[in-house]
Each structure stands twice: as structure tokens, then as C-alpha cells.
């Protein structure tokens, strides 16, 4: 249980830094 959390929040906080490193490029592109 706790592997199955600690994995469902780092692919959350993976996702969320892999959107806003595109919005970034997006924006700056």
C-alpha cells in the first residue's frame, strides 16, 4: 500500500513538472 502511494504521488508530481516544463517551452517558444 504505501509503495502503491508513494508511487501514485511521484508520477502526480511527475506529471505535473513534465506540464509545466512544456507550458514553459510553449510560452517561450
Avoid: C, R
Avoid at 502511494?5 to 516544463?21: H, P, Y
Amino acid at each position: 500500500m504505501n509503495v502503491t502511494i508513494d508511487w501514485f504521488a511521484f508520477l502526480e508530481v511527475f506529471a505535473a513538472a513534465l506540464t509545466g516544463a512544456a507550458l514553459v517551452v510553449t510560452f517561450y517558444a
